[in-house]
């Protein structure tokens, strides 16, 4: 969970094989991304909506050799952007933005949603500042990390930002119009997979226009002049939910009656794909 460009790493398939470090890479059972389906999402009508303070951050949105990194900065007059509410039983201070994406729209997030990836997938991480001083010691521990997830759809509005440094973000103008998500307890995408994150996946996805996205799925790994290859396709390959328990807080039309309830009526996801 660093900034600073990354040297090579073996495949994900292997992260717990090079560093003993990163055990749960090989061995954990509460693993991310997963596919999310629908149709055995449980709705919990205690889930509260996630609220995102409304200040603005600064920070460095890096190409980190393995995707693009916006890590934020402190200073005098800049508060943190805490983020709480939802299933977070503390408060949370954004650390982090991971944006990860493919080479082309048919591939380039970490989750699927009904067996569908997006093009690209934007993830907030924050650490647990009721009990924790830094996320370098909040991720190796219990409830120690959020990580607010937010697909990318091709549309035509506003790109997200640019590799440069950024003095005035405001994060939450970022999210989709909607209370609605979806979560699940898993771990990090990156080694050492640290099994200590609540995943929030937003119920709709935000937009960026094709020359948008095709200008970063451009981007390589290293300099112009010694490209190691695109930047895209950086994702972890799915992994297994072992039986977790996958919560929402939409109230599906039909809960209470004989039938079975779905996201069908609900599933803004499908809706918002290309062509439908």
Known sequence: MSGNPAPPLPGPAYWGVFNSDWHFCARGRQQSPIDIDP?????????????????????????????????????????????????????????????????????GSEHKIHGYYFPAEVQLYGFNSDLYKTMSEAVLRPQGIVAVSIMVQVGHRD????????????????????????????????PGCWETATWVLSNKPIYLSPAELHRMQGLVQGSKEETKGLLGNNRRPLQQAHHRTVRTNINFPGAGEKYCPTMEQQMFYKANRPGR
């Open 159 to 190: 790109p997200i930002g640019s590799t440069c440094a950024i003095q005035d973000l405001l994060v939450r103008d970022l999210l989709p119009q909607t209370k609605h998500y979806i979560t699940y307890e898993g771990s990090t995408t990156l």
């Open 39 to 107: 149709y055995k999402l449980l709705f919990d009508p205690l889930l509260r909506p996630v609220h995102l303070d409304r200040v603005q951050t600064r920070g460095l949105l890096n190409n980190t050799g393995r995707l693009l990194m916006f890590r934020t900065e402190d200073g005098d007059g800049w508060p943190p952007l805490n983020i709480s509410g939802g299933p977070l039983l503390y408060t949370y201070q954004l650390a982090e933005i991971h944006i990860h994406f493919g080479i082309n729209n048919s591939t």
